[in-house]
């Protein structure tokens, strides 16, 4: 079946109809990585948006459920190249064409992405239709598309009720390390799935207390921190600053998510509450921008934003160059920035844009990239270790006050 994606500008593009047959209204963003589509589609931070793959050929190793980023797709619409609806691979559970149509997410293939990616990239990001309708009128679409904002998205994706995650307490929970795995038949025939490859060789977490807010996070963040021994308690987006205080966790994650930075002026003001507490503190993505505005600073929304699992940071205090997975649309206005309160910490390589922030006489770092990949390198996945660090540290400083 013939379908159409129909941008803000007029542009149409004509392809072929994949996934649920629906229309839909979204805002147009493309993602640069090579593979991960399933982690891509899985990240609550694409909520309100349809994704553009650059890459090609999408779908050739199939879905694998355990690599989901969250218990269900949240892309509004899917566009690429060339969908694979035969895939190899021994993970496998289903095809993408099949995911996509039980989740009812829309898509289009067959369509130029070079191009659609070229007009993203020299008008900006803008909002579009994906259609099934041959009979559509341009002057009828064109108002809708331009009236499309992404809202409050964060209510949205963050989950209902807190719940928890018990930390490893042996390596023999978590899966093998990176490069050792064994593929073994007669347990794949029986049924058994391996454990995820981990690169952690010691667990550095045990007995902290993570208090994770969920502004749509990726599974991979509370994981990464599991992995290491940490508990984790993550707590829903709207959670009142005081409750998370009261259960005296050893260090707050601010996690990632969706939309624009200053919609959320409520979560803002509970995370200024954070802030003045002496509990180290680490966020990424979403939760970076927002301490960011809780601390009196600013956000922009972006031309066209970072999306892929291919963006170097630079670390300003050691120099050293870091290939990391981000996806943003907004950046921290340095310009704006109050030195006083933070200072920048990394830049990406490519536009100079700020990355990361340390804040001045507090136990608080944020990063704008994601340590936690999935998709993407795992090259910054030491930031969990510092985070941990900065809690012992300050637990250590603890006991020093009580035993004068």
Known sequence: MKAFLILEDGTVFEGIQIGADREVVSEIVFNTSMAGYLEVLTDPSYAGQAVCMTYPLIGNYGICKDDMESKKPWSDGFIVRELSRNFSNFRADFSIQQFLEENNVPGIAGIDTRALTKILRKKGTM??????????????????????????????????????????????????????AKFVQAAYEAGEREKKPSLVKTLNGIGKRVALLDLGTKDNIAYSLKIRGCDVTVYPATTPASEIIASSPDGIMLSNGPGDPKECTAIIAEIKKLYDTDIPIFAICLGHQLMALATGADTYKMKYGHRGGNHPVKDLATGRVYISSQNHGYVVDTDKLDKSVATPAFINVNDGTNEGLDYTGKNIFTVQFHPEACCGPQDSGYLFDRFIDRMNHAQNLAKKEVSR
């Not at 809708?144 to 998205?153: H, I, M």
């Not at 994706?157 to 929970?173: H, I, N, P, Q």
């Open 127 to 180: 909002n579009g239709m994906i259609t099934t309708d041959a009979h559509y009128r341009l002057e009828e679409v064109l108002p809708r598309l331009k009236a499309y904002t992404t809202g409050k998205v964060v209510e949205k994706v963050t989950c209902k009720e807190k719940y928890e995650l018990k930390g490893s307490r042996d390596l023999s929970e978590n899966g093998a390390l990176s490069g050792s």
